[in-house]
């Protein structure tokens, strides 16, 4: 067991073993923007820096690169700020204009320039919707409301995010062949940009594995990501020092786990990402490996999919749209993918004694499959 003076385990611990500078999200940014275009609307003075709280409670205050205060808008712009990862958005000026509705309207929300439109399906937004995800609306609305509740307001609110360069940024990305057109996505689940270095998480994970070795842990979970985290600590309920940030590095966990065994490893991520491993792939980045569509229809065949719903699935846009697909056929698309990841997982693993299952999650963190627990 760890002293009270040593490091404990746990995706913060890695990320300050990294040396790193974290970073914060397009989200993030464009919810310090909202907050603050629509304060000034309110107000006429615009608070800068301004201060919001992050979905894990952090309070990160911005600067103001920018405001504008006219009849009927207002417009804040901060500039993200990605730490020390290479983010393609780094130092890109993100704006937000506020724009006041009749009561009753709510918050919406307008891609301005240089923000994408979704305009395929199989992401987590319908087609014609701006391209900011889920959780930065989240954001956006509840600091809308925390505003309004200060000034005696409606919170009813036309939010029109824009990028500076957005769409010269975007060309540098995935969305276009997603088919979000005219910009970026406005992302992030945490607010933080967790910082990217192959050597310095690599080695992140091994200490956090030797943290919860040391602290008589059995089982561990190496989660993709935040959600993923949050799901095996519901589904086990995993202590802190148990999770180990495994990010997109599945082969470093699987290989390290091998020379240094717990009884129990759990892997869980998103379906997409997992269908990567599933298909051997042991570094799951986006830049060295692709969700193969061609791979999921073998496997849907195999769970029972018609030759016209596997066609689908081979020319779905998305993995998250060929799960969609399967399962509204009844075909257990999810459970393929994670047991088919498990077996990958144990032949990293080479026999060493270690009982393996994997879940796979959507990006509201609903379980989509999941395998049965398997070993030597």
């Keep these: 067991m760890s002293s009270a003076g040593e490091a404990k385990g746990g995706r913060s611990a890695q990320l300050k073993h990294t040396g790193l500078r974290p970073g914060w999200t397009t989200g993030a940014c464009a919810t310090a923007a909202t907050t603050a275009a629509y ?29 504008e205060l ?15 990862d290479p983010d393609v958005t780094h130092g890109a000026l993100i704006r937000s204009t506020v724009r006041l509705l009749p009561p009753g309207s709510g918050v919406v929300f307008r891609a301005g320039e240089g923000v994408g439109t979704i305009t395929l399906p199989g992401l987590p937004l319908p087609v014609g919707e701006p391209a900011i995800n889920p959780v930065p609306r989240q954001m956006m609305r509840d600091h809308v409301a925390l505003v309004a509740g200060r000034h005696g307001a409606t919170g009813d609110v036309e939010v029109t995010i824009s990028v500076d360069h957005g769409a010269e940024i975007a060309r540098s990305t995935w969305n276009p062949r997603l088919g979000i057109l005219g910009g970026l996505s406005i992302l992030g689940t945490t ?15 091994r200490r956090g594995v030797d943290v919860a070795r040391a602290a008589g842990r059995t089982h561990v979970a190496g989660c993709t990501g935040s959600t ?3 799901t095996v600590v519901t589904e ?5 020092d148990a999770l180990l940030d495994m990010g997109d590095f ?3 966990v699987l290989k390290y786990v091998r020379r240094h065994p717990v009884d129990r490893l759990t892997i869980c991520g998103g379906f997409a990402k997992l269908s990567k491993l599933a298909a051997g792939h042991l570094d799951l980045h986006s830049a060295r490996s692709q969700v193969n569509k061609q791979f999921l229809a073998d496997l849907a065949r195999e769970g029972g999919a018609s030759a016209p719903l596997a066609a689908e699935v081979e020319q779905a846009n998305t ?5 969609q697909l399967c399962a509204a056929a009844g075909v257990p698309l999810g459970d393929l993918v994670a047991s088919r990841a498990r077996d990958e997982a144990l032949g990293v693993l080479r026999g060493a004694p270690v009982v393996v299952d994997v879940i796979c999650i959507d990006r509201a963190g609903n379980v989509v499959g999941r395998s049965d627990p398997a070993g030597p």
């Design 70 to 84: 006219a009849a009927g808008h207002a417009m804040a712009a901060v500039v993200k700020d990605a730490g020390d």
């Design 228 to 230: 993923s985290e949050k």
């Design 319 to 323: 993995g998250l749209a060929a799960l």
């Design 250 to 252: 599945a082969g470093a």
């Design 191 to 205: 607010g933080i940009v967790v910082p990217y270095s192959c050597s310095a998480w690599i080695d992140s994970i």
């Design 39 to 67: 304060t000034a609307l309110l107000t006429g003075e615009f608070p800068d820096p301004v201060t919001i709280t992050l979905p894990r409670g952090q309070t990160p205050a911005f600067a103001l690169a920018a405001e």
């Design 236 to 240: 086990y309920g995993l202590p802190e």
